[in-house]
């Protein structure tokens, strides 16, 4: 549980600091989105994306600090079904819009930068939460 908890902190860490390097950009880029539909509709997929990663680890962390003081196994199992679908969900959306396939790098925009390979980091830190509460799921499930 306390492993939940750390990875969770460090994906709400990165999530929170990605957040504030794209809200840098923001007003330039409503700007520009005004024009141009496919930069509306890559910043509708940043904000959806992001704020979807965040709520993800956000619950992951709460439901984790929730177990500390439940010990009932329907609920342990099913609370990890839960994140495990929701984690999966959100990696997946992340993992399709924030690769090198998908994101260029801006030069001379570091922050920006930055908030891409933070985004990267967010994905790896959904999959191993995900994959942490499917094992525990499973090993609650068996009755360890």
Not at 92 to 100: I, K, L, P, Y
Not at 124 to 139: E, N, P, Q, R
Request: charged share 15%.
């Amino acid at each position: 549980m306390i492993g939940l908890l750390l990875v969770s902190g460090y994906g709400m860490y990165h999530c929170y600091h990605i957040i504030t390097r794209f809200r840098q950009y923001e007003e330039q880029t409503d700007k520009v989105a005004e024009y141009f539909d496919t930069v509306a509709q890559r910043l509708y997929r940043t904000r959806t994306t992001q704020m979807g990663a965040t709520i993800a680890v956000l619950i992951s962390f709460v439901t984790a600090e929730l177990l500390v003081c439940i010990h009932n196994q329907k609920h342990l199992v099913a609370a990890a079904l839960f994140n495990t679908a929701i984690l999966f969900f959100s990696r997946t959306q992340m993992a399709n819009f924030w690769n090198d396939r998908n994101q260029l790098r801006v030069p001379f925009i570091e922050k920006f930068n930055e908030a891409i390979e933070g985004s990267e980091i967010v994905v790896k830190v959904l999959g191993w939460l995900c994959g942490a509460w499917f094992v525990a799921g499973f090993l609650w499930l068996c009755g360890m």
